[in-house]
């Protein structure tokens, strides 16, 4: 598609499960971000790639959350022993370049039990 | 370190009216872009609208257009002619680190009333 893929879009977990989110962004766009976005409220950043440079992982609120990106292209963001707090929407965006326009995601929502 | 602050949590608008939607920046970058996204009740964002810091024009898309006074560090939009579909949460966004993550305001709930 043309538009930037994130999968699955719902997600129910247990409590100190692992999730993985992915993330398929527009071919050819070199940045990829993730936020979380918990009910009612904005978006919280969690991480950008851009192109081969180090991600930028400054808004991981915890170890147990990480992610990659695989040839430049699809990105999975991992969550180890998911809390109950970890409940949110996770949007995923890519730019053509970084600091361009964002397109987003229609999201993840995360539900932990 | 940048930041964004948008006042108004709920707004009313009546349709066919128009609105402003109030946001405000620090920034101490000298080139920067400042961004506003739309996000309906089905939750994707959606791009509206970009203003460049140089850019001598104010910006405009269709029935968005910004009001933009670099010097107060202000970036409002304004939706003319408001329409039932119009009825979201809308956010305005900064760059940070050259665009290595972005800073997003708290958002402003607008309602357009038949």
């Known amino acids: 598609g043309a538009g930037v893929s994130q999968s699955p879009s719902n997600k129910v977990t247990e409590k100190g499960k692992d999730v993985e989110l992915r993330c398929d962004p527009i071919?050819?766009?070199?940045?990829l971000y993730w936020y979380r976005q918990s009910l009612g409220q904005g978006l919280e950043f969690l991480i950008y790639f851009q192109g081969n440079s180090a991600p930028d992982k400054s808004g991981l609120p915890s170890d147990r959350f990480s992610a990659e990106r695989t040839g430049g292209s699809v990105s999975t963001l991992t969550i180890q022993r998911t809390q109950q707090e970890d409940s949110a929407v996770y949007l995923c965006?890519?730019?053509?370049?970084?600091?361009?326009?964002?397109?987003f995601g229609a999201g993840t929502r995360l539900s932990v039990l | 370190a940048q930041k964004i602050t948008q006042t108004q949590p709920g707004m009313f608008v009546q349709e066919k009216e128009a609105v402003t939607l109030d946001c405000t920046y620090d920034?101490?970058?000298?080139?920067?872009?400042l961004f506003w996204y739309k996000q309906p009740s089905s939750g994707e964002m959606i791009f509206l609208i970009y203003?460049?810091?140089?850019?001598?024009q104010n910006a405009t898309e269709g029935r968005y257009s910004l009001n933009f006074q670099k010097a107060r560090k202000s970036a409002n939009l304004v939706i003319s002619a408001s329409q039932l579909g119009d009825s979201a949460m809308y956010f305005c966004a900064i760059p940070r680190n050259y665009g290595q993550n972005f800073v997003f305001g708290p958002g402003t709930r607008l309602s357009v009333l038949p």
């Open positions: 203003q460049g810091s140089y850019d001598e």
């Open positions: 071919s050819g766009h070199t940045a």
């Open positions: 965006a890519s730019s053509l370049v970084g600091a361009g326009i964002q397109y």
């Open positions: 920034t101490s970058d000298q080139s920067y872009g």
